[in-house]
């Protein structure tokens, strides 16, 4: 019944803008971290972004850190991922994920970087950037 499904992808030229969705459904209670990941053809799965849901603090790995901004709606139902000054080394397939607890997306902020082990992920959407 859970389920996390992405939307906004699409090809965009380098130094353009793009903005990712992810609707959240079937969740018994709304207080859990989430965050982004994204996979390039030949390379292995990198945590992108995530949020907090005990204060809306956020991380962001090194490679998208100025660039990329995570967010999520009052109601929690909806994560952005707003991407701009998009690069060719950005071209994946990004999706949301959450193992739907709270604390994890704290820990990767101290230790700097982001667990991949997740219960429930999207199917997730195609992002290529290219001129």
């Known amino acids: 019944q859970v389920q996390l499904v ?13 903005r ?16 982004w990941f994204r996979q390039a053809p030949g390379k292995e799965r990198e945590g ?3 949020i907090s849901a005990t204060d809306d603090s956020t ?5 998208v850190k100025g660039r990329f901004i995570i967010s999520r709606t009052a109601d929690k ?10 690069e060719p080394e950005d071209t ?10 709270i604390g994890w ?6 230790a700097g970087t982001m667990k991949n082990t997740m219960d429930y992920w999207g199917k997730g959407t195609l ?3 290219s001129s």
Do not use: H, W
Not at 105 to 110: D, E, G, K, N, P
């Open 77 to 86: 139902k909806t994560i952005y991922l707003q991407m701009n000054n998009l």
């Open 105 to 110: 997306c704290s820990t990767a902020q101290r």
């Open 48 to 50: 992108v972004s995530c």
């Open 92 to 101: 994946a397939v990004y999706s949301c994920a959450t193992d739907g607890v």
């Open 20 to 35: 990712l969705s992810c609707a959240a459904s079937g969740f018994t209670l709304d207080y859990y971290d989430i965050g």
């Open 6 to 18: 992405e939307s906004g992808g699409g090809v965009v030229q380098p130094g353009g803008s793009l």
């Open 127 to 129: 992002v290529t950037v």
């Open 59 to 63: 991380y962001s790995s090194n490679s």
